[in-house]
């Protein structure tokens, strides 16, 4: 029987290169298959985020008065707005792990969060929903309290009453301020829904939150010296801080907005509460949030969001 040898193909090399590019093209298709039907490609989202690098971080931004910009303690952080680093905003936003814009001013009232201050004494500011955009997610306003001059009264009170008495000089001798009636409540709201709308329409992607101011007077507390107030003015300025909650809460269910409520806290909170959120007479920034009053506002607004 013949034997024959075969000789070894001269074509195996391209053989085996046709194999390489096969196996290539096959993989290549695989990915594109993949991402087309949205399935996992780990090059391409590496490819994507590559060519985006510097995209936007959510961000909160904090609107409102005193209330919010907490002056009085803490380090302070804007000198022209009394705004300290130890805010329930900045205490928030660790919270809820978001980049903080915080344009709260002392001083402000809720139809300046659209038109920005218009005092000629007062240094031009931007209307603080400026500081909104789609990047935002998360939007408080704690305000309102200037626009009726409820602290401002119940300052005026309390010195008016310690000065018949003879035991404090302090104020400037003003009039106590009428209380406000429903015409003052009317523009409160207006303002708020305002401010809301253009909040929506500058954010949409925005939760926004409506939060009640800390608690400074309640009827069900004992009477004490850190608020000398008669108890008929305690009646009054109660039921003022009530409808102030109360203008909240229609802003809220009329937009959308979310609305955290403060009065059921007044009697353990208030200045003669038995742990106090706010600072009594005598002291720096008289009936404004102390420490407690910051980590304890921002501990209730965080329990209660969506984000």
Not at 130 to 135: G, K, L, N, Q, R
Not at 217 to 227: E, T
Not at 254 to 263: C, D, F, I, K
Request: charged share 15%; proline share 7%; net charge positive.
């Amino acid at each position: 029987m013949k034997i024959s040898f075969m000789r070894p193909s001269t074509s195996r090399p391209a053989a085996a290169l046709a194999v390489v590019v096969a196996v290539v093209v096959t993989a290549l298709v695989g990915i594109a298959l993949s991402t087309s039907r949205g399935g996992p490609a780990s090059s391409t989202a590496s490819m994507v985020n590559a060519a985006h690098p510097n995209a936007a971080e959510p961000t909160y931004v904090a609107m409102g008065s005193s209330f919010a910009a907490g002056p009085g303690e803490g380090p302070v952080v804007d000198h022209r707005c009394l705004r300290t680093a130890d805010n329930y905003p900045s205490q928030l936003a660790e919270k809820v792990g978001l980049k903080l814009v915080d344009v709260s001013c002392s001083g402000s009232t809720a139809a300046q969060l659209v038109t920005g201050p218009k005092s000629h004494h007062v240094t031009k500011r931007r209307p603080q929903v400026e500081a909104v955009d789609h990047d935002t997610r998360l939007v408080t306003i704690t305000t309102g309290g200037n626009d009726i001059d409820f602290i401002g009264r119940i300052m005026t009170e309390a010195c008016t009453n310690m000065r018949a008495l003879g035991v404090a000089k302090c104020g400037s001798g003003r009039l106590i301020p009428v209380p406000p009636n429903p015409a003052d409540y009317a523009r409160l709201e207006a303002s708020l829904i305002r401010a809301v709308d253009e909040i929506k329409a500058r954010g949409p992607n925005a939760e926004i939150v409506l939060v009640d101011y800390t608690p400074v007077v309640a009827i069900n507390a004992p009477q004490c010296s850190l608020l000398p107030l008669a108890p008929w003015q305690v009646v009054q300025e109660t039921e003022i801080a009530r409808q102030m909650s109360e203008v909240n809460q229609r802003v809220a269910a009329r937009t959308g907005a979310q609305h955290v409520v403060t009065t059921q806290l007044a009697a353990e909170h208030s200045a003669c509460g038995p742990q106090p959120w706010v600072r009594g007479f005598g002291k720096k920034m008289v009936f404004h949030p102390n420490a407690a009053g910051k980590t304890g506002i921002a501990d209730l607004v965080a329990s209660q969001i969506r984000i």
